[in-house]
């Protein structure tokens, strides 16, 4: 069998996408934003159920040692942070198992930025800039939705009171399903796949749409907060264009303890799903406990964002290299 070793973009596209990273650089260069660069090994992995982390065996004077490829940079630059490096940003190689298709692949590159003091509203409107200078024109006006008001809209339900036998038969009537398959599903599940299949599709059609006050539960490495309803939901922040998440951001969690703990329930779901518990970054909450500013940070799928100004079809077309599907 002839094996294609060509590249996944072309050669003219290769030389947009370098246009659009100088082009990302000098927008930070201009804010003094410090660029970084981090280990794309570190102590721990991702405990989102939701991400599958890869791992390597490594070899050091000490005997041998699990590393993990990082989903993202954000471990190591928190521990920057709370080093005192003041606001950074980052090019990132990043690595998900499982993630390939018209828009993932298994290693691909995140911006992540961090901004020490800036509030949420202020990180999302320097977002929504940054994307408005890497697209040709710009979509339309930059446009608010509660999370929960999504539900209402478009499902016709309560995503934090409808109970979850019903979640479960919603979602998978939404999503062309048997109803057995989600038998044993969580309600943060069935939520995703209905945020997924019915609500993503509709966001960021005639506009740049953010999405804020997700569930608690949903928070992360997010702070919490209560809403206008006196409701607990995690204080960040989704961005879309053209039914396409582009932007995560958080008003970061700084509390050591607290980390710890989400860490621990995360593996404590890994086990009750039967997936392998994930490494805890002790060096990321030795940073905590040490001390992070209070600030937001931000990780963008530059490679998604690339694809969208370039109008591109499928996120291969712009790499240089896709993860062989075969």
């Known amino acids: 069998m002839a094996i294609d070793w060509q590249p996944s973009a072309s050669i003219e596209t290769l030389r947009e996408r370098a246009r659009l990273m100088a082009k990302v650089r000098a927008f930070f260069a201009q804010r003094d934003v410090l660029e970084v660069e981090t280990p794309v090994l570190g102590q721990g992995g991702s405990t989102d159920v939701h991400l599958v982390s890869l791992h390597t065996l490594a070899r050091t004077d000490k005997g041998q040692r699990r590393l993990w490829l990082q989903t993202s940079p954000e471990f190591h630059m928190k521990r920057l942070l709370s080093a005192g490096c003041g606001p950074i940003f980052q090019l990132a190689r990043s690595f998900r198992d499982g993630e390939i298709g018209a828009r993932h692949n298994i290693e691909f590159t995140m911006l992540e930025w961090y901004r020490p003091q800036f509030t949420l509203d202020q990180l999302i409107d320097e977002t929504a800039t940054l994307i ?8 339309g006006p930059l446009v608010h939705y509660r999370y929960r008001e999504l539900f209402h809209t478009y499902v016709e339900v309560d995503p934090f009171t409808t109970s979850l036998d019903r979640l479960r038969a919603i979602a998978a009537e939404r999503a062309q399903m048997p109803i057995q398959s989600l038998a044993d599903e969580s309600r943060e599940t069935c939520l995703d796949l209905l945020m997924s299949v019915v609500i993503e599709p509709q966001l960021g059609q005639q506009e740049l749409s953010v999405v804020i006050d997700y569930p608690a539960s ?8 209560q809403d206008v309803d006196g409701e607990w939901v995690a204080s960040r922040f989704e ?31 890994r086990r009750r799903l039967g997936l392998p518990e994930v490494d805890v970054d002790e060096y990321l909450l030795a940073a905590l406990e040490h001390g992070m500013p209070e600030g937001a940070g931000v990780a963008l799928g530059v490679d998604r964002l ?4 370039l109008g591109k079809a499928r996120l291969e077309d712009v790499l240089t290299f896709s993860t062989p599907n075969c």
């Open 132 to 139: 408005m200078s890497l697209l040709p024109s710009f979509p």
């Open 218 to 225: 949903q928070a992360a490495l997010a702070r919490r907060h």
């Open 239 to 269: 961005i879309y264009l053209n039914g396409i998440e582009l932007a995560n951001g958080y008003d970061e969690l700084t509390d050591a303890e607290e980390q710890r703990t989400r860490f621990a329930e995360d593996n404590v779901e």
């Open 306 to 309: 690339i694809q969208l100004a």
